[in-house]
């Protein structure tokens, strides 16, 4: 869904908010943020070689530095796991940017 959106029209960037969320998995009997690690799939950081990726990477992502955003609320801890990421739809996955 996210493709077919970022991929129609102009180009578009996402800023996507997420928190990892830590889980007991007895595949690896450890605590692990599986849906974080599904999310960095998807996700290649900073136009890392595209010729090196699989077909599944479209998305191409920076993570932001919280510590550059004022925080307003002072009630909440951010902690290490939350992140902010700027988002970009590439649509060739398999070529290097400078290509293109």
């Avoid at 605590?31 to 998305?59: H, Q, W």
Wanted: charged content about 30%; hydrophobic content about 35%.
């Amino acid at each position: 869904m996210l493709k077919r959106v970022m991929s129609l029209g102009c180009d578009k960037v996402l800023y996507l908010g997420l928190e990892k969320r830590y889980n007991f998995s007895l595949d690896d009997l450890n605590v692990v943020a599986n849906g974080y690690a599904c999310f960095r799939r998807y996700i290649k950081e900073d136009m890392l070689p595209f010729y090196t990726c699989d077909k599944k990477s479209s998305f191409v992502g920076k993570r932001i530095d919280l510590k550059q955003i004022p925080q307003y609320t002072k009630a909440y801890d951010r902690g290490e796991d939350v992140e902010l990421w700027e988002i970009k739809y590439w649509p060739y996955a398999n070529a290097h940017p400078a290509l293109y």
